[in-house]
């Protein structure tokens, strides 16, 4: 079982609700992930999210971007900005801005070459020179398979370079989270796979790295997260369902010694036979 630990908290979802008009569509929406530390690897975090349709996901998902204020609660992510605090940075409410995100139905700029978006994702990065922009960008290409494809335009690229394009230009252009929205849905398989090696550049480039995710997957949320979620209907006291959705279900991966394993087990089978069965109960 892989050794590690838990330092500050990096994600802090307090009591979160949506309401579209009078329209509740999440609420008491509550999780906390943490920086995992891991003995002699910077390695991020990969927090899967699962749930039947309609249930809220891209709701959270924008929210957690803060590409929608929520109408309770509060969203709180690291503050890299900001001095940090006993060694760690401190949270702040979530902005527009510090997170990347992938849609489900995701625009790529059609008259931007991808070198050119990339570029243009990276120009308000004041972190980084404009020499050292050009070695990242090139470097990054190179690293996702895409340097052959630099001056071309997007209708000239295939599905899976598209969706590497738009996961890398969020990965130039933010901190270190990144939220995708259904980053599997309508690939084959061999794209499927240059995806979840896009996911393991990302984890391995940054300790407070982050990856959020949902998908329809289970198998592979189940492969690929550290940590899972299963956002649906809670059970009414008097039976039947609910109409608002929430977390009814997390499991912990890391805790169950199944977390960033080369292998498929039998734990991780069962586990994805629990997730399915909190699915269709909620
Ligand atoms: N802008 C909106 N206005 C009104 N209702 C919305 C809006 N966006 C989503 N909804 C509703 O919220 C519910 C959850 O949608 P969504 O978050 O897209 O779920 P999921 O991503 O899990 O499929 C659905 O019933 C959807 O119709
Ligand atoms: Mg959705």
């Known amino acids: 079982m892989p050794t590690y630990n838990q330092a500050e908290a990096i994600l802090q979802v307090q009591d979160v609700g949506v309401a579209y008009g009078d329209k509740q569509i999440i609420q008491n929406i509550n999780f906390t992930e943490k920086d995992v ?6 390695q991020g975090q990969t927090i899967a999210f699962v749930g039947r349709s309609g249930r809220g996901k891209s709701t959270l998902f924008r929210s957690l971007a803060g590409l929608e204020k929520p109408t309770q609660g509060t969203i709180l992510i690291s503050d890299l900005d900001a001095q940090e605090q006993e060694g760690h940075p401190p949270l702040r409410g979530v902005r ?10 995701y625009v790529l700029f059609r008259h931007k070459t991808i070198e050119q978006a990339m570029e243009f994702a990276m120009r308000k990065r004041e972190d980084v020179s404009e020499t050292e922009k050009g070695k990242m960008i090139t470097q990054h290409l190179k690293d996702w398979g895409l340097y052959q494809v630099k001056d071309q335009y997007p209708n000239e690229l295939s599905g899976g370079q598209r969706q590497r394009t738009a996961i890398l230009e969020q990965v130039l252009s933010s901190t270190n989270y990144i939220i995708m929205d259904e980053p599997f849905s309508g690939l084959d398989v061999g794209n499927i796979q240059n995806v979840i090696n896009a996911f393991k550049l990302i984890n391995l480039s940054h300790e407070l790295a982050t990856i959020i995710f949902c998908t329809h997957d289970i198998e592979l949320a189940v492969e690929l997260a550290d940590s899972l979620y299963v956002i649906g209907y809670p059970t009414k006291p008097g039976g039947g369902l609910d109409n608002v959705g929430t977390l009814v279900k997390h499991f912990d991966l890391k805790a169950r010694g199944i977390a960033w394993s080369d292998q498929f087990s039998r734990e991780h089978q069962l586990l994805v036979e629990e997730v399915k069965q909190a699915i269709l109960d909620s």
């Open 37 to 42: 530390l891991r003995p002699d690897q910077v």
């Open 96 to 105: 527009e801005g510090d997170v990347g995100f992938v849609s489900q139905n």
